[in-house]
């Protein structure tokens, strides 16, 4: 079983920047894909970005991607989100999930994943 404790949301200026971790806790986050996924008020909870557990293959949104970079310090048991050029959209709360599951299709649907944190309040102002 794997405990997260996403951090590092704030408020921001647009064109900002930000880096959110994923610790986590278990023996398990080593074998695991990490994924980030984000909700705004009223939305449903939308995939960010995910990462194999090698770190070697990642996988994005159209919507970060060039402006976010996912990574991972499996030494560290820990996932990080580095966002820049923040715009007003990527205003959410932003999670991290794990999984034994592959980075395939299946790891943009947030049911793919059997851990999350609590989230972290990114905010971005115009």
């Known amino acids: 079983q794997v405990h997260v404790v996403e951090s590092g949301g704030g408020l921001v200026q647009t064109g900002d920047s930000l880096r959110l971790s994923c610790a986590t806790s278990?023996?398990?986050?080593?074998?695991?894909?990490m994924g980030w996924f984000r909700q705004a008020p009223g939305k449903e909870r939308e995939f960010v970005a995910a990462?194999?557990?090698?770190?070697?293959?990642?996988m994005y949104a159209d919507s970060v991607k060039g402006r976010f970079t996912i990574s991972r310090d499996n030494a560290q048991n820990t996932g990080y989100l580095q966002m820049n050029s923040l715009k007003p959209e990527d205003t959410a709360v932003y999670y991290c999930?794990?999984?034994?599951?592959?980075?395939?299709?299946?790891?943009?649907?947030?049911?793919?994943?059997?851990?999350w944190g609590q989230g972290t309040q990114v905010t971005v102002s115009s």
């Open positions: 999930g794990v999984t034994t599951g592959m980075l395939n299709r299946a790891a943009r649907m947030p049911k793919t994943y059997h851990a």
């Open positions: 278990g023996r398990t986050f080593s074998t695991c894909v």
């Open positions: 990462v194999t557990w090698s770190g070697g293959n990642t």
